[in-house]
């Protein structure tokens, strides 16, 4: 693991965050399939999907972003490896 990858979703009221990740995932696996060679940048990226889409509590973030998309505002997040452990970074647009 050499590049420090970040992913970028954005959830919006008809995409959850776990729904724009896994669209990630399988465009990344996709790209890898049909590439045939070993990219790692790109193999990283999926790395960490796989890890952000099988660690994390999903309702539980849902609860914690949606009331801000219902007010209108814009969510962000920014998911990254950091020793082999996923993390996340939530921004909040501010009014």
Do not use: N, W
Not at 37 to 54: A, C, K, N, W
Not at 58 to 74: D, I, P, Q, T
Request: charge should be neutral.
């Amino acid at each position: 693991m050499g590049t420090k990858v970040l992913i970028e979703l954005e959830p919006s009221l008809s995409s959850c965050v776990e729904t724009l990740a896994k669209r990630e995932y399988e465009k990344a696996l996709s790209t890898i399939l049909k590439a045939r060679t070993e990219d790692e940048e790109l193999s990283e990226r999926l790395e960490v999907l796989r890890l952000f889409l099988g660690s994390t509590d999903f309702g539980a973030l849902r609860s914690r972003y949606e009331k801000y998309l219902e007010e209108g505002r814009e969510v962000k997040f920014t998911i990254y490896s950091t020793k082999g452990k996923v993390s996340y970074k939530l921004v909040i647009q501010t009014q």
